[in-house]
């Protein structure tokens, strides 16, 4: 019986695992609304990760169970473990999460260099895929990674074919924005791309300083609030450390009720203070997708 219980709380686990990573397990597949967020395989690419969405939902999976497992050893109480485990869990879709956002800036914030050198190479005489060949080799290193296929690309396909795998491979609306001015750079040429170049260094600059300012004021408020999350349960861990009356408490009848209604006002607050630290960014109008959330 013990051991059915542990299978069906591990399954449990699984289930909400995937669920806090976004990716659910789909045991049929219905007709569903069009995806607000990227993809999970878009997601998992801008995060730098190079493995399937099923693969990553069984490695977050896997991880909540080892939780739940050293838990229970710990405490000796299946449903206090159940929380933590789900908490677990989630870790790896928190960490990824974060490394996609710092990426996707670090791309964002390379910009203003790089189009200073393709403006740059572009006044010196060069031709636009000569300068974008140069980018992808001493431009900063986030371009230097996004362009790294490039010189490949334009010779096999040309400069615009080339462009555009790039700017689907990136799926970042500035991207989207700057790559596509540099489309009609190469379609049309002319002293007024020089300067629409330059004016999109200006603008580019100016909105990630505004993105810069939001997230320093924002950090020391969705710190506080996830400490206040999960202070709780550290502490109900420490109360069922050792064997006694809290132990019994939580092992018993009651002690699940108090573990459910926990459980689920934690999650309600989990989901709450992911709903207000998400920063709506600009839609994909360029690239044919819908909003990047950050998350």
Not at 30 to 40: C, E, I, L, N
Not at 141 to 160: E, K, S
Not at 196 to 204: C, G
């Amino acid at each position: 019986m013990t051991l059915l219980a542990a299978l069906a709380v591990g399954v449990c686990c699984a289930l909400v695992a995937a669920r806090l990573v976004g990716l659910p397990v789909e045991f049929r597949r219905w007709p569903h609304a069009p995806r607000r967020g990227p993809s999970p395989q878009l997601w998992l690419h801008q995060a730098g990760i190079r493995v399937t969405p099923r693969q990553f939902v069984m490695g977050s999976a896997a991880v909540g169970v080892v939780a739940f497992a050293a838990t229970y050893f710990l405490t000796g109480a299946a449903l206090v473990a159940v929380v933590p485990a789900c908490a677990a869990a989630s870790i790896p879709r928190a960490y990824f999460g974060r490394r996609r956002i710092v990426r996707l800036r670090e791309l964002q914030a390379a910009w203003p260099d790089g189009l200073r050198d393709v403006v740059a190479s572009v006044a010196a005489g060069r031709s636009l895929s000569h300068a974008l060949t140069t980018l992808a080799e001493t431009g900063p290193p986030a371009l230097r990674d996004a362009f790294g296929r490039f010189p490949l690309l334009a010779r096999m396909l040309g400069t615009v074919p080339a462009l555009e795998i790039v700017k689907s491979d990136l799926a970042d609306p500035t991207s989207d924005r700057v790559i596509e001015v540099l489309i009609l750079a190469s379609e049309r040429g002319g002293q007024i791309v020089k300067e629409i170049l330059e004016d999109l260094v200006v603008a580019t600059t100016k909105d990630l300083k505004v993105l810069d300012e939001i997230d320093t004021e924002g950090l020391e408020m969705r710190i506080n609030a996830r400490a206040v999350l999960v202070m709780p349960w550290f502490v109900l861990i420490a109360l069922t450390f050792r064997g006694g009356a809290f132990r019994a408490f939580y092992a018993s009848s009651a002690g699940l009720l108090v573990v459910l209604v926990g459980g689920a006002l934690s999650a309600v607050g989990y989901l709450w203070i992911s709903h207000l630290g998400r920063s709506q960014q600009e839609r994909r109008v360029l690239g044919g997708g819908n909003a990047v959330v950050a998350r």
